[in-house]
Structures are given as C-alpha cells and as structure tokens.
C-alpha cells in the first residue's frame, strides 16, 4: 500500500543552522509529493511539490528533490530563521487520484 | 489565488447538540474537496471525499450518519457533527482542490476548525 514516513521530531536548531527533515515514501505507480508546513493554530500551508522523479520542489529557501531510486522527498533549507518554526508535513498522491497520504508530521523548532 | 476559508474558526457546544463547519473555495471552483481530523500533535486523518452534486465517499471506520456532508456548490461543502460528544473534539480541517475537470491534484487547505464539545 502507500505509505509516508518522516522523521520523528520534535528538531530544535539554532537561527542560520541547516536543516534537513526526511521523508521516505512507499507507494506504486508514479505519486506526486508534497511538503506541507502547518503554524500553530492554522491549517496547512503548501510549501512545495514535485510531480515526477528527479522533479525539484522550492520555495522560501526551502526545497526537496523526487528521488525514485530512493524513494525519498527530503526537505531542506540551508538556514533556518526563528520564523520556520512550525509542523513540516510530507505527503504524497497517487497517481491517478486527489487523496493524500501524509506523513505523521515533524515539528521544527528553531531558537534565536 | 487558491484561498479556502473556514467557518467558524472555533466552537464550543454542549454535548448532544449538532454542528455545521463550512468549507468554502474563495476564488476557484471546486468539484473536490476532503474534510480531515487531526488529533493534538498528530497526523491528519482523511475523513470524507466530497464531491459537489453527489453522495459525499467516507473512509473506513467514519460514520456517515455522524458526519453528514453536504456539497451542494462548487464553493461550498458543509461538515455537519450530529449528536457531539467529546469525543468528538477535534481540529477539523477541509481542503479543495482547484478546477472542474478533474487534473489538477494540489489540495488547498483551510485553516482549520476547532471544535470543543462539553
């Protein structure tokens, strides 16, 4: 079946450290992946997405990159600000259909 | 563009009583759109497809008959929770997806509603 499977957190960073949350996925066919990153108290918020493999996702200094031989969609950012302090979540579609399949989340917390 | 509100942002209501959460697609057209619970420090749980003019498709283990769903719009769906208990105190949260015709797959999220019920 399809399934997400992100990082446990929750990630405490300094201001400027770099980031990298992982996210590895199992499903059949050709899913589309996604990065959502949620506030606290607010819904959800796309933060980028790849469509086919070797596809790069970006936006606001962060990106991730379709990886099929690895099944991964890792999130990066090579400097986090206190601002990106928020839940990351990963997730995927399969082809042919609108349903998501999230990961269970990780949350960033970045100190000043 | 791509804007989804929810309403209201937060209820509380006594236990026993019903609840109407809309859903509405602010500047697109919406034939999709999903409503999901997501529990304190969890991951969100699909709940229910709704699909504008027809029956709305539940996931396993959701009630039909205790989350009645109503898309009567291209805009607009209607989470309502019939008889609450708390329980039932959740996060709920819908998302759209853009588009008439069926090809476009990036989900558009409201922010969400709380619901307490006493």
């Known amino acids: 079946g399809n399934s997400v499977t992100q990082m446990e957190g929750p990630v405490t960073l300094s201001e400027e450290a770099f980031l990298t949350i992982n996210c590895t996925y199992t499903a059949t066919g050709y899913p589309s992946l996604f990065w959502y990153v949620q506030y606290p108290g607010e819904g959800l918020q796309l933060l980028l997405k790849a469509t086919k493999a070797d596809d790069k996702g970006s936006n606001k200094g962060f990106e991730a990159t379709y990886r099929k031989e690895t099944t991964s969609f890792h999130l990066e950012k090579g400097s986090v600000q206190v601002s990106d302090s928020a839940v990351y979540f990963c997730?995927?579609?399969?082809?042919?259909?609108?349903?998501?399949?999230f990961g269970t989340g990780t949350r960033l917390k970045v100190l000043a | 563009g791509a804007v989804v509100s929810q309403h209201p942002s937060r209820v509380i209501c006594k236990s026993g009583t019903s609840v109407k959460i809309e859903c509405r697609s602010l500047d697109f057209q919406a034939t999709t759109m999903f409503w999901y619970r997501q529990f304190p420090k969890q991951s969100l749980m699909l709940m229910a497809t709704s699909n504008e003019g027809s029956k709305a498709t539940y996931e396993q283990g959701v009630e039909k008959d205790k989350f009645l769903i109503n898309h009567a719009s291209l805009t607009l769906s209607t989470l309502t929770v019939t008889s609450a208990h708390p329980e039932d105190s959740s996060f709920y949260i819908c998302?759209?997806?853009?588009?008439?015709?069926?090809?476009?797959?990036?989900?558009?999220f409201g922010p969400g509603t709380r619901l307490l019920v006493l």
């Open positions: 998302s759209a997806v853009p588009g008439t015709t069926g090809n476009q797959e990036t989900q558009y």
């Open positions: 997730a995927l579609s399969p082809s042919g259909t609108y349903k998501y399949i």
